[in-house]
């Protein structure tokens, strides 16, 4: 259930994201984590999701009304961005400066300086914002110094002024999740790889943070390369307190690293057996190295507490680009963690990427065979996309694509078109390519997508009605476009420009919502 107050202490909204389609509307845990010390200090906080909220707008002046302390506003790279300045806009226009607009997120923690460089921007949380939110709302209440908060960037006189960083916290005193904020029910899904579960949820993490030192990944940059669990005690709270509230099939785990202490995830499997929960779960953090060391007892174990899909970052099928990015895995492993997962039943999801710099047609295309290689060896296999890489701030390939050409967006309206655009027509994310290679790179992602990515999506669609309707159309599109992403027929097709271009129109629209 909602909660119902007239005042609000603290807005917290959580913008679009321009892809918010069946199960990939997961509960906004950013400001669900940050709302939940506030909600135990007794501030009275108002989640607003623009993902769920078709009248956010309106919800937003009316939580205005009683001028809150602050508004915050997560965002990541990408799309986001561009409905986190529109809700900013909004609060500016109806309380010009009055209230604090606070940002925080993956972004403004990666580029403080240049997020505070907006002037819908007044003040950035860098970091974690748990303990940071807490203090900068209490000053904020008290009209104190905010130069005394750390891990904050504010103006002070036009001026940007960064504060000290505060240290990674310790998240076994986190309070649970407030799902009181939000109508929980607008996040259980059928799910798109839990196959037979129809009520899914995403709950959250029970640990932070991974120790390997992947180049295109920037939660080294974010979380130092610490990984951080919750004891096995709380974990186990977490899981079944909230499989029983919401009387759940399915649940998705988002940590980064899940399996990555055996130990602990083997004592987390066995009280998930104690507490009889009987659910299937999905774990979006594995590699494949550990997996392949685990022994096939504790994978049988896995297996039995419900461990339906396990993800798998497998990048690339050739072993120099995998050196390139420190992956510190081979693909030879992937093929083993493949067969180890089919043996025991469990599905692997892989993801795959492509688009690095000095990376060749010859090395793509055997990312492209590894693909298929792995469906072959085990029909369960599932893949999210095949991604174009990033350059992203803060990460050790950002240095590298800068050396290779690459002009970063010099504004945080810049950094809009640096996710879901898959067409780099201009050069500016992968200007390593030609125009041509660059448009090749594009229809790649955009076969994978319509190949795998897409009738697992359509499978998530609650309504039976449209998810028959959507299904019919995408079985045998996908087995058309699967056979073109074999056979590596990714060169121009002005029907893949065209699916682009509708992808594109509804992305920056919003208007992209199927449930």
Not at 76 to 104: D, Y
Not at 347 to 362: Q, R, V
Not at 371 to 387: D, W
Not at 464 to 490: C, D, G, L
Request: proline share 5%.
């Amino acid at each position: 259930m909602k909660q119902n107050t007239e005042h609000t202490d603290v807005l917290l909204i959580y913008p679009k994201t321009g892809v918010d389609f069946g199960s990939t509307i997961a509960p906004p845990h950013a400001v669900l984590s940050i709302a939940a010390p506030l909600v135990k200090e007794g501030y009275k906080v108002k989640v607003i999701d623009m993902r769920t909220d078709e009248n956010w707008q309106e919800t937003v002046l009316e939580s205005l009304k009683s001028n809150p302390i602050c508004v915050g506003i997560s965002t990541m790279i990408g799309t986001q961005i561009r409905f986190a300045l529109k809700a900013a806009s909004l609060i500016r226009e109806h309380k010009n400066g009055q209230i604090p607009i606070v940002w925080g997120g993956v972004h403004p923690t990666l580029l403080p300086l240049q997020t505070l460089e907006n002037e819908l921007v007044d003040i950035v949380v860098v970091g974690e914002g748990e303990l940071t939110i807490l203090e900068l709302v209490k000053t904020l209440a008290e009209k104190t110094p905010l130069s005394e908060v750390r891990g904050i960037a504010f103006k002070n006189g036009g001026k940007p002024v960064e504060t000290p960083p505060r240290d990674l916290l310790d998240i076994e005193t986190l309070p649970p999740v407030p799902w009181e904020l939000v109508n929980v029910e607008d996040y259980i899904h059928r799910d798109m790889y839990v196959k037979d579960s129809q009520r899914t949820l995403d709950i959250g993490q029970t640990s932070r943070g991974c120790p390997f030192k992947c180049g295109f990944c920037c939660s080294a940059t974010i979380r130092k390369r610490k990984w951080r669990a919750m004891s096995v005690e709380k974990s186990l709270d977490m899981i079944a307190s909230t499989v029983r509230r919401f009387n759940l099939t399915g649940i998705w785990l988002r940590d980064d690293e899940f399996y990555i202490n055996r130990g602990r995830a083997r004592a987390i499997c066995e009280g998930m057996l104690r507490e009889n929960l009987n659910i299937k779960w999905y774990t979006s953090g594995t590699r494949v190295d550990v997996f392949c060391k685990a022994d096939e007892e504790d994978v049988v174990l896995l297996k039995k507490a419900g461990a339906d899909v396990l993800k798998f970052g497998a990048e690339s099928g050739d072993n120099r680009v995998l050196d390139l990015m420190s992956k510190d895995i081979t693909y030879e492993q992937t093929l083993e963690a493949n067969r180890k997962a089919k043996r025991h039943g469990i599905k692997p999801a892989f993801a795959l990427m492509a688009g690095f710099p000095t990376e060749t047609w010859e090395e793509i295309d055997r990312t492209i065979d590894l693909a298929f290689k792995l469906k072959e060896e085990n029909p369960n296999a599932q893949f999210e996309s095949l991604g174009t890489f990033v350059a992203l701030p803060g990460t050790p390939m950002y240095q590298l694509a800068i050396e290779h050409g690459l002009k970063p967006p010099k504004s945080l309206e810049e950094w809009i078109a640096w996710n879901f655009e898959e067409y780099d027509y201009k050069g500016r994310k992968a200007p390593w390519f030609s125009y041509a290679d660059r448009i090749k790179l594009g229809n790649l992602n955009t076969l994978c997508n319509l190949s795998f990515a897409v009738p697992n999506l359509f499978d998530s669609i609650s309504s039976p009605f449209m998810r028959y309707v959507f299904k019919t159309i995408a079985i045998p599109m996908s087995r058309f476009y699967r056979f073109r992403f074999k056979h590596k027929m990714y060169t121009f097709s002005w029907d893949l420009r065209l699916i682009m271009l509708l992808k594109k129109a509804l992305i920056d629209s919003g208007l992209l919502k199927i449930k």
